[in-house]
């Protein structure tokens, strides 16, 4: 599996930034995808996570109810909607996939075996 990642960008504060993760693999529909991300100096941390059909989807509290993570298994590509964007937000986002079967690790990095290089995103204030 093969992941590519795109869409960041510089914006304000407020704003907002759809990344996308396409998947060169076949059998995308059979992979758990992740996104997380890295800021300078800091931790990899989990940002959401979506199941294989799309019907689960799990947020870390930083991002709820402002990112939405979404898949198009037609287009093996996995999206995160990053609305209301606060300076905070500013990190490498990383997507990553894998068959996690439960989802309490949906949210656990090192369940996860693919992973795309990172897009950047930078939210000035």
């Known amino acids: 599996v093969q992941l590519q990642a795109s869409g960041g960008g510089l914006v304000q504060a407020g704003g907002f930034l759809r990344l996308s993760c396409a998947s060169s693999?076949?059998?995308?529909?059979?992979?758990?995808m992740g996104w997380f991300r890295q800021a300078p100096g800091k931790e990899r941390e989990f940002v959401a996570a979506?199941?294989?059909?799309?019907?689960?989807?799990t947020y870390a509290d930083s991002v709820k109810g402002r990112f939405t993570i979404f898949r198009d298994n037609a287009k093996n590509t996995v999206y995160l909607q990053m609305n209301s964007l606060k300076p905070e937000d500013t990190a490498l986002y990383y997507c990553?996939?894998?068959?996690?079967?439960?989802?309490?690790?949906?949210?656990?990095?090192?369940?996860?075996?693919?992973w795309g290089r990172g897009t950047q995103v930078t939210v000035s204030s």
């Open positions: 979506i199941s294989r059909t799309g019907i689960t989807t």
């Open positions: 693999g076949r059998a995308f529909s059979e992979y758990v």
């Open positions: 990553a996939a894998d068959k996690v079967y439960s989802g309490s690790y949906y949210a656990d990095a090192d369940r996860y075996n693919y």
